[in-house]
């Protein structure tokens, strides 16, 4: 059974840091495009970050625009865990971050080319 189990989330102030974690199990994520995404209140989930690896070495990765910068993906194949960094957080950061994963991903930031998805862990930036 395939599980993606986010961590990490909670309550920061503007300003602050967060490290959030995604630990995958079930199978080998090591080829697969895994990204995060994030829904804030009353709007859609949209596009974090992504990455995917390729013979050992990260391939590409990209960023949503809003968090470029402030905002750093990462894995650990041999944990089997994907990792967003998060400095500077602002109140517009605040959302459910949600982990996914696909084999065939295209588009980064279209939810639909993901097959797994975690539960989602909440961020809150309090100004």
């Known amino acids: 059974q395939v599980q993606l189990v986010e961590s990490g989330g909670g309550l920061v102030q503007a300003g602050g840091s967060l490290r959030l974690s995604c630990a995958a199990s079930?199978?080998?994520?090591?080829?697969?495009?895994m990204g995060w995404f994030r829904r804030a209140p009353g709007k859609e989930r949209g596009s974090v970050a992504a990455m995917k690896w390729a013979a050992g070495s990260p391939y590409y990765v990209n960023y949503a625009n809003s968090v470029k910068g402030r905002f750093t993906i990462s894995r650990d194949n041999a944990k089997n865990t994907l990792y967003l960094q998060m400095n500077s957080l602002k109140p517009e950061d605040t959302a459910v971050y949600y982990c996914a994963a696909g084999a065939s991903v295209l588009a980064w930031s279209r939810e639909s080319e993901y097959t797994y998805w975690g539960q989602g862990t909440q961020v809150t930036v309090s100004s």
């Open positions: 079930g199978r080998t994520f090591s080829s697969y495009t």
